[in-house]
């Protein structure tokens, strides 16, 4: 295992054992994952195949969810959304965490003219609403969830490029970090090896933020039609399909917007948990 990725991991095992407050959101975050995992092969029914015969009905009569206005199983749909949802906000914190942590560790160690144009693209993307670039991204490259995931990954990145920069140009001026740059050092070295493990917590707990937070863009941007197009089940298209049914067919609309709900909701306070977790202040405070 790498020191990178040792470093919080030993800071934080200096607890007796892994707090509620982590295990207990993580329960149900890993629960969406096996269930977005193992879709194909629990899902009732076929996503995409409907039956108009069996439109709209309740959950009374077409178990266990019913069905949607084109007869589609709803349990099915939300399984299979839960797959396609999940993958979206995964891959796209992915690449916004990495991108902007990198962006962050050269701004925050060089600082100079490439910390001064970096921040400016930074304050240029936070300047720039994000639905506008969004209908951009996807009225020249037309809509699909590889162009939705570099849209999504596009807004994330700023957060992670922001918060590495601020703690690198403090860490840069640390004892430990000018002794081996004085010894000779290089860049690389001092940036994976010295800077890294000492941002790597805050990432980590910015990347489990960005999860939720990217689940709820990815599902507005579907229901706005900017994002996953049918017949793909996604949680926000299913909540679009629903929209006008509200009223006469309530489960349409209601077990997507809870599968949301619930999954966001675990998603953040497992991002609480693991600020506490693997800060060292905590640590201390907790040791004292």
Same mark, same amino acid.
């Given at each position: 295992?790498?020191?990178?990725?040792?470093?919080?991991?030993?800071?934080?095992?200096?607890? #007796?054992?892994?707090?509620?407050?982590?295990?207990?959101?993580?329960?149900?975050?890993?629960?969406?994952?096996?269930?977005?995992?193992?879709?194909?092969?629990?899902?009732?029914?076929?996503?995409?195949?409907?039956?108009?015969?069996?439109?709209?009905?309740?959950?009374?009569?077409?178990?266990?969810?019913?069905?949607?206005?084109?007869?589609?199983?709803?349990?099915? #749909?939300?399984?299979?959304?839960? #797959?396609?949802?999940?993958?979206?906000?995964?891959?796209?914190?992915?690449?916004?965490?990495?991108?902007?942590?990198?962006?962050?560790?050269?701004?925050?160690?060089?600082?100079?003219?490439?910390?001064?144009?970096?921040?400016?693209?930074?304050?240029?993307?936070?300047?720039?609403?994000?639905?506008?670039?969004?209908?951009?991204?996807?009225?020249?490259?037309?809509?699909?969830?590889?162009?939705?995931?570099?849209?999504?990954?596009?807004?994330?990145?700023?957060?992670?490029?922001?918060?590495?920069?601020?703690?690198?140009?403090?860490?840069?001026?640390?004892?430990?970090?000018?002794?081996?740059?004085?010894?000779?050092?290089?860049?690389?070295?001092?940036?994976?090896?010295?800077?890294?493990?000492?941002?790597?917590?805050?990432?980590?707990?910015?990347?489990?933020?960005?999860?939720?937070?990217?689940?709820?863009?990815?599902?507005?941007?579907?229901?706005?039609?900017?994002?996953?197009?049918?017949?793909?089940?996604?949680?926000?298209?299913?909540?679009?399909?629903?929209?006008?049914?509200?009223?006469?067919?309530?489960?349409?609309?209601?077990?997507?917007?809870?599968?949301?709900?619930?999954?966001?909701?675990?998603?953040?306070?497992?991002?609480?948990?693991? #600020?506490?977790?693997?800060?060292?202040?905590?640590?201390?405070?907790?040791?004292?």
């Amino acid at each position: 295992m790498s020191r990178a990725l040792a470093l919080p991991i030993a800071t934080a095992a200096r607890r #007796r054992h892994v707090p509620w407050t982590v295990v207990a959101p993580a329960i149900p975050v890993l629960a969406a994952v096996l269930v977005a995992v193992v879709a194909p092969w629990i899902a009732p029914h076929s996503p995409t195949s409907g039956n108009l015969a069996l439109r709209l009905r309740p959950p009374s009569e077409h178990p266990l969810l019913g069905t949607d206005l084109l007869g589609r199983d709803v349990l099915s #749909r939300l399984l299979w959304g839960a #797959r396609v949802s999940l993958l979206i906000a995964l891959a796209a914190t992915l690449i916004g965490a990495v991108v902007g942590s990198l962006v962050g560790l050269v701004a925050g160690f060089y600082r100079g003219a490439a910390d001064t144009v970096l921040t400016k693209l930074i304050d240029v993307q936070l300047a720039f609403p994000f639905v506008l670039l969004a209908i951009a991204v996807v009225a020249v490259a037309g809509p699909s969830i590889p162009v939705l995931i570099v849209v999504l990954a596009i807004g994330a990145w700023v957060g992670h490029a922001r918060i590495v920069r601020g703690l690198v140009l403090s860490l840069r001026e640390r004892d430990y970090v000018q002794a081996a740059l004085a010894l000779g050092a290089g860049t690389p070295r001092v940036l994976f090896r010295h800077l890294v493990p000492e941002v790597l917590a805050t990432i980590i707990v910015l990347a489990t933020f960005d999860v939720g937070r990217i689940i709820i863009l990815e599902s507005t941007l579907s229901f706005l039609g900017l994002g996953v197009q049918p017949p793909t089940p996604s949680w926000g298209s299913d909540l679009r399909d629903a929209a006008a049914y509200v009223r006469q067919a309530w489960w349409t609309a209601a077990f997507p917007g809870i599968a949301i709900m619930l999954v966001v909701l675990a998603v953040n306070l497992l991002g609480d948990g693991l #600020r506490d977790w693997l800060d060292p202040r905590t640590v201390r405070k907790q040791s004292e």
